[in-house]
C-alpha cells in the first residue's frame, strides 16, 4: 500500500499545524485533510478536503476507500471542560470515533493508525509528580473516563487483532496558530493573546496550579515521530507519557513580563480548577525516550519568546 493519510479534526488546534506538517513532509496531495467544518484558509488552500464527522463510519469509510488511505491521525475529540458540560456528547464523540479507525484497521482497510490520548487518564489518586507510565489510573472527568477507556481498547485491537495503532498521552498544548478550544489547559495559549492586547489576564486556575504542558512543535514532532518509527519499537500500545514542560500561571507570567514588564495576572478559579487539580503536575517520558527516541526541545523562555514574536501582529 502506498502512504496516503487521512487527517480526521484536520482543523483543531493539533488538526492545523499536523496537516500543514505533513503535508511538507510527504507531499499535499497524500495528505488528506477532514472535518465537520472548514478551517483556516492556509490549510484549506494547502491540499485536498473533505467535510467528514468522525461519528460516521460509513462516510469514513467511503474517504478511506476512495483516496486509498494507508494511515489514519484521528484528531477529532471533545476536550475536558466541555465534555464536562456535555458529558454523553463528549463520551459519543470520543468513543465511536475511536471504534470507527480501529475496526477500518481491523479489517485492514487501513495500516496504521495514530489516536490521542492525554494526562486526564490520570486523576486524584495518581502520584503527582514524574507520574510513571505505568500507575493508578482513576480519571475523574467525562474526558479522561473516555481517554483511559480508549487506550485499553487501543491496546486490546493491538494484542488481538494486530491493530497498529500509535498513541501518546498530550500534556496541555501550546501553539500561536489556532486557538484550541475546550480544554482546561487553555489558559496557557489565551495568556499570550490577552497580555499583548490587554496587558493583562484573568486567570480560571490559581496561581499554584502546576500542569504539564508541551509546545505544539515539540507535540508535532512526537505524533510523526512516533507513526514513522519501527512497528517492532512500539513496545506500548495503550499510550506513551509525553513530557515537555511544566509551569503554572505565576511562572509563565514571570516568562512574559521578560517582554511585557507591565502584564499583570490575577485569579478567579472557575470549575476547571478541580479538573486540573485531578491531573499530574510533571511526566516520566522515559518509556517514549527508550521506545522510539522521544526528546522534547523547547522550554518555557523559548515559547514565550515564539508565542509573542508571532502573535504580536494580531494585536
Ligand atoms: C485539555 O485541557 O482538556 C486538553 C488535554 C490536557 O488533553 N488540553
Not at 492525554?118 to 502520584?127: E, H, L
Not at 500507575?135 to 486490546?156: F, L
Not at 491531573?279 to 521506545?291: F, G, V, Y
Request: aromatic share 10%.
Amino acid at each position: 500500500m502506498k502512504k496516503r493519510i487521512l487527517i480526521i479534526g484536520a482543523c483543531g488546534q493539533i488538526g492545523t499545524e499536523l496537516t500543514m506538517y505533513l503535508r511538507q513532509e510527504f507531499g499535499s496531495h497524500k495528505v488528506i485533510a477532514s472535518d465537520i467544518r472548514e478551517g483556516e484558509e492556509e490549510l484549506m488552500n494547502s491540499g485536498p478536503f473533505e467535510i467528514l464527522d468522525a461519528t460516521n463510519y460509513e462516510a469514513i469509510q467511503e474517504v478511506v476507500i476512495r483516496y486509498e488511505i494507508s494511515e489514519v491521525y484521528l484528531m477529532a475529540a471533545m476536550l475536558s471542560a466541555t465534555a464536562e458540560k456535555f458529558p454523553m456528547r463528549g463520551w459519543n464523540l470520543n468513543m465511536d470515533s475511536l471504534f470507527h479507525v480501529l475496526n477500518l484497521a481491523k479489517d485492514k482497510k487501513v495500516e496504521k493508525i495514530f489516536w490521542p490520548s492525554s494526562i486526564a487518564v490520570f486523576g486524584p489518586t495518581t502520584p503527582k509528580n514524574n507520574t510513571p507510565q505505568h500507575t493508578i489510573m482513576e480519571p475523574s472527568t467525562v474526558y479522561g473516563i473516555s481517554k483511559q477507556t480508549g487506550e485499553r481498547w487501543c491496546e486490546y485491537y493491538n494484542k488481538r487483532y494486530g491493530v497498529d495503532v500509535r498513541s501518546i498521552r498530550y500534556p496541555g498544548l501550546i501553539s500561536y496558530k489556532t486557538l484550541p478550544g475546550g480544554g482546561t489547559t487553555d489558559y496557557a495559549v489565551d495568556i499570550y493573546h490577552k497580555a499583548l492586547k490587554h496587558k493583562q489576564y484573568v486567570s480560571f486556575l490559581n496561581a499554584e496550579t502546576t500542569l504539564p504542558m508541551m509546545f505544539m512543535d515539540d507535540a508535532i514532532r512526537a505524533t510523526v515521530s512516533i507513526m514513522e518509527a519501527d512497528k517492532e519499537d512500539i513496545k506500548i500500545r495503550s499510550s506513551y507519557n509525553l513530557a515537555g514542560m511544566s509551569f503554572d500561571p505565576e511562572e509563565v507570567t514571570e516568562s512574559i513580563k521578560k517582554h511585557i514588564p507591565e502584564f499583570k495576572i490575577s485569579y478567579e478559579p472557575d470549575f476547571r480548577q478541580d479538573i486540573a487539580d485531578s491531573w499530574p503536575q510533571s511526566i516520566d517520558d522515559s518509556e517514549a525516550r527508550k521506545d522510539w527516541g522521544w526528546e522534547s526541545k523547547v522550554s518555557l523562555d523559548e515559547m514565550t519568546e515564539i508565542m509573542l514574536t508571532n502573535l504580536k501582529d494580531k494585536y
